[in-house]
């Protein structure tokens, strides 16, 4: 949606290689979401962010990690990325004036 | 944790046809939205309805959430409405979403 944007919009990396994609939103919602989205599997959520320097697991957080120094960027890092990690990304920001959120473009991560 | 099942997996229409989706959840909801996924690849937000109705031109969506589900209703069907339609639902006070698997859409001109 406005206003939400995510870097690189497409990556290829090679196993064991670390990887950082990058979300940006300029509405000042309060939270953030970082979800996968696979064949057969819907859109499950990753890791989220309630607030700066706050944030918590989803259902699918084994081998990434997060983080949010700024309102704006939430960061989602694969430490040592693996094949089983190639999806396409989704980063969301919602929660300013209700449960409302709103989704990034999308990266699409293929890891060889 | 919250269950959300979605009707039929897979609807072919003609262009200019009527179509009601459904959304069925198993639990009370704070948060309910619809998103079509066009061919490309976005999530585009169609509602938030978390009770109710609301209408935004052909498109429309109710939610009975005392009987837990919601329909989406697509009048007119054009093959741009073509993609995947999700349910969303939260409902605890952190606004995490569970989606449900999707309904693939195919109009056909």
């Known amino acids: 949606d406005a206003g939400i944007t995510q870097s690189p919009r497409h990556k290829v990396t090679e196993t064991g290689t670390p990887v950082t994609l990058r979300c940006h939103q300029t509405?000042?919602?309060?939270?953030m979401y970082w979800y996968r989205q696979d064949p057969g599997h819907g859109l499950r959520l990753i890791h989220y962010?309630?607030?700066?320097?706050?944030?918590d697991k989803g259902e699918v957080s084994d081998g990434y990690s997060v983080s949010r120094s700024k309102t704006e960027d939430f960061l989602l890092t694969l430490e040592s990325a693996t094949s089983s990690q190639t999806s396409v990304y989704f980063c969301?920001?919602?929660?300013?004036?209700?449960?409302?959120?709103?989704f990034g473009p999308g990266t699409r991560l293929t890891v060889t | 944790g919250i269950q959300v099942e979605q009707s039929p997996p897979d609807l072919i229409l003609q262009e200019g046809a009527n179509s009601t989706l459904r959304c069925n959840f198993s639990?009370?909801?704070?948060?309910l939205q619809w998103f079509h996924q066009n061919p490309w690849g976005q999530l585009i937000n169609l509602f938030y309805?978390?009770?109710g109705t609301k209408q935004n031109g052909r498109l429309s969506a109710t939610t009975v959430a005392t009987e837990r589900y919601s329909l989406l209703y697509i009048s007119s069907s054009q093959t741009t409405d073509s993609g995947v339609y999700f349910c969303?639902?939260?409902?605890?006070?952190?606004?995490?979403?569970?989606f449900g698997k999707g309904i693939t859409l195919s109009v056909r001109p």
């Open positions: 969301a920001a919602g929660g300013t004036s209700s449960y409302e959120q709103y």
């Open positions: 969303a639902v939260e409902t605890g006070a952190n606004s995490k979403l569970t």
């Open positions: 309805i978390p009770s």
């Open positions: 962010s309630y607030g700066v320097k706050d944030t």
């Open positions: 509405e000042n919602h309060r939270y």
């Open positions: 639990d009370s909801v704070n948060n």
